[in-house]
Every structure is written in C-alpha cells, then in structure tokens.
C-alpha cells in the first residue's frame, strides 16, 4: 500500500522534477533564455533537430512545471534550488521555445497536439496570476496570444461532419476522442460550455462503449463511410473526465462517476490499483494522462465517496509503483510499466525517452496533489 504522508508524496515530486528537467532539459540551439524538453537521452543535439519534434511531449512539460511550480509558490521554496529557475519561469520558457522550435508559430498539423498545449497555457496562466504578487509572473501577453491563435485551430476542426467533433489533424479524414476531449476540456476552461457540452455529447453518442464503460479511439472517413476504430487507451478517458467534471451537472456527474468505475474495472493491473501502461514513445505518456484527471476527481466533493476513493486509490497506487521500480542512477530512471522496475524497461545504456520520465513525474505529482 503507498504511504500518504504528505512531506514523503511532495518529496517524490521535487524529486522527479528535478530529475526530468535535469536530464532532459536544455537550450535551444544553445541560445540564451530557451528551455525545451530534449526527446531522449543521451542526445546529440546536431541530430535532434534532424528527428520528429514532439510538440505535444513539450505541452505535457509545461504542465508538469506548473504543477510543480503550484508546489513552488505554497512552500515559498524554489523545487531545484535558490540559484536555479523557478518551474514557473522554466513553463514560461518552454512555451516561448517551443514556438521558436515550431518555426515561429504554435500552430501545427494536430489538433490534439495544439489542445494540449491551450490547456497548459491556461494553466501556467493561473499560476502566473498567482504569482503577481510575489513579482514572478511573466509571458501573459504570450498565452493569450497562444490561446486566440489556437482557438481558432479548435473552431475550425470541430466541424458537423459525422455529426460533430474535432478533427484528428489537417487530412481531415479522422475524428477521435484524443482531439474531441481535450478540445472539450478547453472549451469548458474557458466560458465556451455550450460548445464544450456538445463535444462530449458527440462522444458519448459515437464513440462511447456502453459495454466496457469506456471511450474508444476514433471514426475514421474512408470513402463515403466511416470505420470505427475500437481501440481503448487509457489518456483518451482522462480529458473526458476532466471536461464531464469541469462542465458538471447531473449527468456529466454521473458519467464521470461511471467513468472512474470502469477504470478500475477494465484498467488496472492484475487485481491491483495500478493503471496499466501503454509502453514507451507517444504512448509513454497516456497513462501519466489519466492519473492527472483522475486526482482531479479524488478531490471532487460532488461526486460519490465511493468514487472519489476509487479514484484516490488508482493514483496513489501508480504513482508508489513508479517510485518503487526506479532506478537510482543520476539522475533517476523511471520505468516504462510500473510494474516492471526500470533497470528492466531500461536496461543500463538504454536511451531513455522524455515521455516516459513526463509520465512518471505527472503521476508523482497528481499524488501530491492529494496529500493535503
């Protein structure tokens, strides 16, 4: 069972903060003032910029900064030390290179990719709003400029075609729950909840399984028809939860409700409480997702005891495994499948990806956030 102590859970994140943005942080091409998340390590920066730019990694990186930073401003103390960067200033940082790394612009060819990164924008607005007072909040005029351009971006994917919902990328010829629901989330987030609700109700009619309880991945346009695409993972549950709870109401409340109990049911490991993996590359980061969202619900007074418990249990759980299974190298590893230990998922000289570690570390927090 994972200890709840509220000094050990916050020490686990400072930890895993320090260790990602040690290991895989760095600078632009060298320039001053630039912070961007490096994909792998060890990396060769030359060949980096030869490789994919994982846009929506960088996204999940700047959430992480800003839980962290949220930790930052209650203690008063910086997570990485008095003479390093705030993980505000480090987000804020991150979001200006990643425009730069994007050739000057935030718009990309994936819509999930750019709701991603609305949503962390929002948030690294509410904390820079909270830190006004302390003298530290910087980059607003930047995030409304991301938000205006993304929203933009959103209103032309979610379209009437099939019915309703977002477009996966400019082909145009997918619709899915890894668009539709974090768009939804933002649309909530910010005053649009007609719009909002009518995403989640294109969800709930088209890709939802009555039978498992979960969303599945998609309807893809081939011809004059469509395919279904039946596939379940576990980031695609998280985002729906957040906009059913964010929205509210007393079938918004009850699907969520719904929601947590088939993802005890269907998502978890081998009896336990741990939510399962889905490997490495973009997957390493679904489940780290999930366990975001779901903390959010552990600490929802609207929904029932029972759930919220669920919930709770579900993170604090995969979040003591991750822990449990990481490598003690320097700076840490942490695995893939929490349960695995990472000297197995990363057998020493391996290349460790980003997403993994981001996963890791968003779990580490959405336990800290509970410890209260």
Known sequence: MPTEDTQDLVARADTAARSVTRAFGKRLLFLPGTHLGASVRPQNPLRALLEPWNYWWQAHYVDCLVDTGRRELAAGVKFDGASRPSAGRLASRLVTTVRLRNFLRFVNSYYDDMAWLALATLRLEDLAEQSRHTGRGSGRRRNARVR????????SASTEDLGGGTFWN?????????????????????????SAQRLLDWLNARLFDPERGLYQDGLRIQGTGTVLVADIYTYNQGPVLGALLELGGEENMQRAS?????????LTLNGTN???CHGDGDGGLFTGILLRYLALAAADNRLPESGRQQARQMVLDTADAFWAG??????????????RPADKTYPPGSAVELSTQLQAWMALEAAASLAN
Do not use: C, W
């Open 170 to 194: 400019i082909a145009r010829d997918f619709k899915n729950t890894p668009a539709t629901a974090p768009v939804a989330l933002y649309y909530a987030r910010t005053g649009r909840r007609e």
């Open 148 to 155: 205006e351009s993304l929203t933009l971006q959103f209103d």
């Open 274 to 276: 741990v939510v399962k």
């Open 326 to 339: 990481r490598a003690e190298t320097e700076p840490l590893t942490f695995s893939s499948d929490p349960l």
């Open 258 to 266: 719904a929601l947590i109990e088939a993802v005890a049911r269907a």
